[in-house]
Structure formats: structure tokens, C-alpha cells
């Protein structure tokens, strides 16, 4: 038994080693994030600075689908598996056979979700592992999927709708685990991360972001902030009551993995209700970054960017993990764009706060976050009273807050190149006025507190967004690229020194990865809210995206509202984006000419 052990303790490790080397292999898109480390980088050239002005639209499928499309399919030796928003259709198509479909899943949904999903009907895609698909439906239900025929293997429900509990996002594929998050923060739900078995869906662990520390997985003398044990109840700590049973941090983002150092990260989001002054408090583990080891969830480090959360800056958006020297010295970094406005640079094996900068210069509500070690306030932002929803008080209208709710990015992901060693990121340039007011709560009601309206960032280009170049090492924007609005799509960046993205306009453009000039753009039928991927088949290089607008930036059009303060705040804002596009679901496939 003694000699066995050392066997018993490394398989777990070794489960997922199909899966590690089809992410490696640039041909394929095997996982939502191009890699665990969520570069979204391909080595694939073929496409390059010099011919990408060449590109052609080599095919399209129409997804039958009239709602924001989010993420991207993926391509796993000849087939291509493509999803839908609600009622979250998976499709197989099989690339040999001119993207012949060979299975279609729809599931059966009660309609009754869609109300309760906070910013559209999106989902941001599908997972692959072990020969199957993996797809986290709007009501939560898990699915996994024979790759092959379609055929259900297995389900597990998340989450009840009833509650507001509903999901957006994919899974993260871990060794022989799914990882799934959940939504609601909009409602009042406890969230929380869970861990499935891939081969038959039994929970195996679940890691709320509030609670005692048994129930969020905390090691009191074990688990950190900023080099420190975070110490006995600190989540229960810092909310008033039992508050925290409705404290959202909702966990509906994107997860990375770093199977050397075996933790995987995400963040969590904001806490409830949208009005400060109702829970008093830092509100833990809102608003933070969670690195977690994925065999039992324990939590090693954590990071809250925004206290006491006072405009709904979710802290969702992916974790980057990359190697880079800082002063000179190597770094395993972890690199965050957060809704709040500041990029941040961490050692991701420590939790050490490396860099913390404002990636839009508008950001106004904060002066900046204290990186003095010996001060009280380390690591956390300086408040600009004038831009405090909390100080101003409830039913105060506060004004000119950058950036607004949406944040200077929302969930749309960043890519890295270790060409350049830049970040390219997908941003929004917009501010809002805030006024909370007092809600209470009810369970599958909306307990949001707060009203909203957005608008271009004032004294600038007028435009919504940027797509900028970022060094993370120094906290500096290289280059910036501004846009008539948000960039609500996924940057994909290639070893041919080509960068790309996707504009609310529909347009696919491509830029060079050194300088930002633009090389190439076509416009597809509809918005551009999914992610850029790449693969090859025969030889070829393809791009792919989904357009069809929506999203929270797009849900004025696809939802058919018109209030200006309708959809938390942005229909009033994005009201002209229907001058420019209209509702579609559609796959643009591009490639060079042969």
C-alpha cells in the first residue's frame, strides 16, 4: 500500500493528458480560451501581416438564432461544434463534408428563464474533453454530450431559476472535472463554483464566494490576501447579519488553469444589492480573484479589487497567465482587465499585487490603488467622494461616474502575444449616472437598487470604445484604436503578427500586432459580441466568428427595448447602434484564396 501511493497521488494529475496535447495543437480550437491560460493565441501563420488584406469569406451557417451571440465554436480534428444563445442549440458539422451538420441538440427549456437572465440570452460556448461536449444551459442544467452522435450522456442542474439562478458562461475542463459557475447577482443569489465528474456529472465539490469559511473553502491560517491568512470568518466579517446569504458574487466569467502550479482562477462578481448603502460592509469575497486547487476547491490566495463594491464592477473578466520578467526579474503573472477601470498584474503562485493601472484614462471614481506594503489601506483603490454612490447618498443621482456599470471591459477577452509580449483588449469608453435607491428582496425578483444611464465618455474621441495594446509589466497602453462603440468582441492575436477583433457594427477587422494599422475589414450581417478562433482544415488556415448583436451593450435590439434606462441602463446609451446593424445569428468562415 505504502509503494502505491505515490501512484495514487499523481493519476488524478495525468487524467486530462489527451486534452493537454489537443490544446497545444494549433490546428484545432479545443477549449473557449484557445488555451487553460486564456492567451488566446494561435502559432498558426499561414494568415499573416503581409496577405491578411487577402482575406475571403470561405463559408457561413446561419445559427437560426435571433439573439447575442458570445463565444466560438470549436474545431476538434474534422468537426466543428457550434452553439447558439437560448434555447442553446449545439450543432456538429462535419468539415470534410462542407460543414454537413451531423447532430443537433436542442433542449427543451422553460421560457420562463429568460426574464430572469440579467443582460441577454447569451452563452459563451461550449467545452470538449475525454470525447465529449460539454454545454451549461441558460436553467443551469449541465449536459454532457457524445462528440460523435449528440447522444446525452449525463445532466446535472446547477442551479434553480425560480431563485434567479441562471448561467451564461462555459466550463473549464480540469483533469476528469468540469468547472461551472453560476449567475443571478441581479436577484440576490449566493453564487458559487462547482466541480463535476466528466464521466457522470456526481458534485464533487462546491466553493461559494460568501458564507463560513466550510461552505466558501477557506483555510483560515492557510489561504492569503496579499501575502497574509485571511484569518477566521472573513467573509462573514464583512457583511451586517446574514446579508451574505444574498450577496451575490456570482462566478460567471472565464476560468484559467496553470497545470504546473495545478490552481485554477476566475473572479467573482458584484455584490447585492446594486445599492451600497443596504450592506454595510467590504462585502468578501465579492469582487475578487479566486486561486483555487481544483481537486477539492480549497482556495489558496485571494485578491478583492473593489471593496464594498458602489457601481456593479463585476470582477469576472478572464485571468490571463503568462511568464515575463518586471524589474528585471521572472514572473509567473496573472493579468486582469477589470470592470472597475485598473489592469492588474499578479504573481499567480503567491498572489503578490505586482501592478495596478488604469487602462482608459477617463477612469475618474478612483485615484488609484495603494501599493505602499507597509500602509493600512495596501491593495486597496482610493475612493473619489464625488463619484461614491454611497457617500452621495440613496436616491442621489451621482453623475459623470467612468467607467459606467459595464465596466472599461466587460466579459469580452483580451489576447496576449509572446512575440510582442502585448496585451490586446476589447474596451468600452463609457461613463453613466448612478442613483441607488432602497429595494427589498425577493426570491426570483429582481434586487437590483439602482438606475442607471450611459454615455460616451465626455471630452474625448465620442466614440464608446478602444481596442488597445497593454504592457502589463509597466501598466502602460502601447497603442490605442478608438471605436464608434464598445468592443464587445474577443481579441484573437497569431504568430503571423496579426491581431483580431470584432466591432457592435459587425465588422471583422484584423491590425497589426506591433503598430495597431489596420490591415483588413469585412462586414458580416450582424454585431460582433462572440470571440475570434482559428483552426485548420486541409491545410488551410481559417478565422471564424459569430455575429448576431446583443449582450448587455446590444440589448436594446435584441431584446426590442426602448426605455432609455431599460437593460440596467444601456438601451439609452447604445440607442444609435440600430443606424448600423440588425438581429442575426450567423458563422462567418474566412481564408485566403487559393
Not at 501563420?45 to 470561405?58: F, G, R, Y
Not at 447558439?84 to 427543451?108: C, G, H, R, S
Not at 467545452?127 to 449525463?154: C, E, M, P, R, S
Not at 483555510?219 to 446574514?242: I, N
Amino acid at each position: 500500500m505504502v509503494a502505491a501511493l505515490p501512484l495514487m497521488v499523481t493519476a488524478p494529475a495525468l487524467a486530462n493528458d489527451d486534452l493537454m496535447k489537443l490544446i497545444d495543437d494549433p490546428n484545432q480550437w479545443v477549449i473557449q480560451t484557445g488555451d487553460y491560460a486564456n492567451t488566446r493565441y494561435s502559432k498558426l501563420d499561414q494568415i499573416n501581416k503581409s496577405n491578411v488584406k487577402d482575406l475571403q469569406v470561405a463559408w457561413t451557417f446561419s445559427t437560426g438564432v435571433l439573439r447575442g451571440h458570445e463565444g466560438s465554436p470549436l474545431v476538434i480534428g474534422n468537426m466543428m461544434y457550434v452553439h447558439t444563445p437560448f434555447p442553446n442549440i449545439v450543432y456538429a458539422l462535419d468539415l470534410d463534408k462542407e460543414a454537413q451538420i451531423v447532430w443537433k441538440y436542442e433542449p427543451k427549456q422553460d421560457p420562463d428563464v429568460i426574464p430572469v437572465m440579467c443582460c441577454d440570452t447569451v452563452n459563451r460556448g461550449l467545452a470538449y474533453a475525454d470525447g465529449q461536449i460539454f454545454l451549461h444551459q441558460a436553467d443551469t442544467t449541465v449536459v454532457a454530450l457524445d462528440a460523435k452522435t449528440g447522444k446525452v450522456n449525463w445532466t446535472a442542474v446547477n442551479g434553480d431559476p425560480k431563485k434567479g439562478e441562471t448561467n451564461t458562461a462555459t466550463v473549464l475542463p480540469v483533469k476528469d472535472k468540469i468547472i461551472v459557475g453560476i449567475s443571478g447577482g441581479e436577484f440576490g443569489v449566493r453564487c458559487h463554483v462547482t466541480a463535476y465528474d466528466q464521466a457522470t456529472g456526481k458534485q464533487l465539490w462546491r466553493a461559494y464566494s460568501t458564507g463560513p469559511d466550510s461552505e466558501i473553502l477557506f483555510d483560515p491560517a492557510k489561504t492569503t490576501e496579499l501575502g497574509k491568512p485571511v484569518g477566521a470568518d472573513s467573509s462573514l466579517k464583512t457583511w451586517e447579519g446574514d446579508q451574505w446569504q444574498i450577496g451575490g458574487g456570482c462566478t460567471w466569467g472565464w476560468y484559467s488553469y496553470d497545470p504546473q502550479l495545478d490552481l485554477m482562477y476566475y473572479g467573482s462578481g458584484n455584490p447585492s444589492t446594486w445599492n451600497p448603502a443596504q450592506r454595510p460592509g467590504d462585502n468578501k469575497w465579492s469582487m475578487t480573484i479566486f486561486a483555487r486547487d481544483p481537486d477539492d476547491g480549497m482556495a489558496k490566495w485571494v485578491y478583492q479589487m473593489t471593496p464594498h463594491d458602489e457601481w456593479d464592477y463585476d470582477g469576472v473578466n478572464e485571468m490571463i497567465l503568462v511568464d515575463q520578467d518586471i524589474d528585471g526579474q521572472p514572473r509567473k503573472m496573472l493579468v486582469h482587465f477589470d470592470r472597475n477601470g485598473l489592469a492588474y498584474t499578479m504573481d499567480r503562485d503567491s498572489g503578490e499585487l505586482l501592478v495596478a493601472e488604469k487602462y482608459d484614462p477617463v477612469v475618474n471614481w478612483t485615484t488609484g490603488v495603494d501599493m505602499d506594503k507597509n500602509s493600512p489601506t495596501y491593495g486597496r483603490p482610493a475612493v473619489v467622494a464625488k463619484y461614491s454612490t454611497e457617500q452621495n447618498g440613496e436616491d442621489v443621482n451621482s453623475t459623470g461616474i467612468c467607467p459606467a456599470a459595464l465596466g472599461t471591459k466587460d466579459q469580452q477577452p483580451a489576447a496576449f502575444s509572446p512575440k510582442t509580449g502585448l496585451f490586446y483588449v476589447p474596451t468600452n469608453h463609457v461613463c453613466m449616472d448612478y442613483e441607488p435607491f432602497r429595494v427589498s428582496y425577493t426570491a426570483g425578483q429582481p434586487y437590483v437598487g439602482a438606475t442607471l444611464s450611459m454615455y460616451p465618455a465626455p471630452d474625448s474621441h465620442g466614440g464608446m470604445g478602444n481596442f488597445i495594446a497593454w504592457d502589463a509589466t509597466k501598466g502602460k497602453i502601447v497603442w490605442s484604436l478608438p471605436e464608434q462603440f464598445s468592443v464587445w468582441s474577443g481579441a484573437l492575436a497569431t504568430a503571423g503578427d496579426v491581431v483580431f477583433y470584432g466591432t457592435l457594427e459587425g465588422y471583422l477587422k484584423a491590425v497589426d500586432s506591433e503598430t495597431g494599422k489596420e490591415l483588413y475589414k469585412f462586414k458580416t450581417p450582424s454585431g460582433i459580441i462572440g470571440n475570434v478562433m482559428t483552426y485548420t482544415h486541409g491545410g488551410k488556415q481559417y478565422v471564424g466568428i459569430l455575429s448576431g448583436i446583443g449582450g448587455w451593450a446590444g440589448i436594446g435590439l435584441a431584446a426590442g427595448l426602448t426605455d432609455p434606462q431599460a437593460g440596467l441602463g444601456a438601451v439609452g446609451g447604445y440607442a444609435s447602434l440600430s443606424n448600423y446593424t440588425a438581429l442575426g445569428g450567423q458563422l462567418t468562415v474566412f481564408a485566403l484564396p487559393n
